[in-house]
């Protein structure tokens, strides 16, 4: 089945081998999103399994919904955090599941949009919220926060180590009048580091690291992924796989040192020693897929 925009999902291949679902499995999809990586776990289910998917973006999940509509697998599809997936589960009358899967990318339809603020190609408003359910925006951080947290924010969620002058430099603008799209941060940002964007040598934008920390402080993303890395033991099975792809090291780390804690704890066999990355073929092919990392981890049996 083609996709329905120009997203196209990562390691698909490497993702089906590694986390084998079988039939009657329960596998949960922490990330669903338009269901290009579900589709290929469900494969495996048949009609006895269950595939439940997590997205906080209603229009992603609408896609999703017609993508899954036709498997013969039980699907249950939810508007939901997967930091909430404990309750989820209980709702769904599911103590354990087999399979965790979850995908930290952004998906290319969002960042298309213009209208949902992710990115300074496409002048719009700034918002960065995925669930729209939240209630704080990009520009709300932009032009609330203060100088030292406006750093700290760029620094820690995105290692911009030019922080300290970006932030001082959206204070002074933000004196004169509040910055609400994306287009006049990316402008900025880049006139703090003293880079014309459209005459730039770089391949990146000078604004990229700004808005991914952005981006990460209004959705929360760390801390729901350490909730989700908290809970994981608890929700697999003995044999259950647990499987991440992460696409820059903000996100990479906190699942590389939960896997190797659960490992000397006993919890957990690491089954990619280093993480898995696209082949040459696939970078060419998905250009999205050169900073993409899978880990998979296995629940190991108590005691």
Known sequence: MDEPCSHVPVLVEQ???????????????????LGGHAAVLAEGLGERGLLIGLEVDPANLEVCRRRLADLSCRVELVQENFAELPAILASLGVEQVDVIFADLG??????????????????????????????????????????RELANLLFYNAQEYSSRRIARRICEVRREGRITSTRRLGEIVASALGVDPKSRK????????????????VND?????????????DLLRSGGRFGVISFHSIEDKPVKLDFRKRKGEGLYRIETKRPIVADEAERKANPRSRSAKLRVAVRLPEG
């Not at 993702?15 to 999103?33: S, W, Y």
């Not at 770089?202 to 402080?217: D, G, M, N, S, V």
């Not at 993303?221 to 033991?233: G, K």
Request: contains cysteine; hydrophobic residues 45%; negative net charge.
């Open 221 to 233: 993303e760390i801390r729901c992924l350490e909730r989700l890395l908290e809970f994981a033991p």
């Open 106 to 147: 952004v998906c290319s339809a969002q960042l298309e949009d213009g209208a949902r603020g992710f990115s300074f190609l496409h002048d719009g408003a700034l918002d960065m919220r995925m669930d729209p359910r939240l209630t704080t925006t990009a520009a709300d951080l932009v032009n609330r926060l203060k100088e």
């Open 15 to 33: 993702v089906r081998e590694l986390l084998a679902v079988r039939p009657g499995e329960v596998v949960v999809d922490a990330t669903v999103g």
């Open 202 to 217: 770089e391949k990146i934008h000078p604004a990229t690291k700004t808005f991914q920390a952005l981006r990460i402080a």
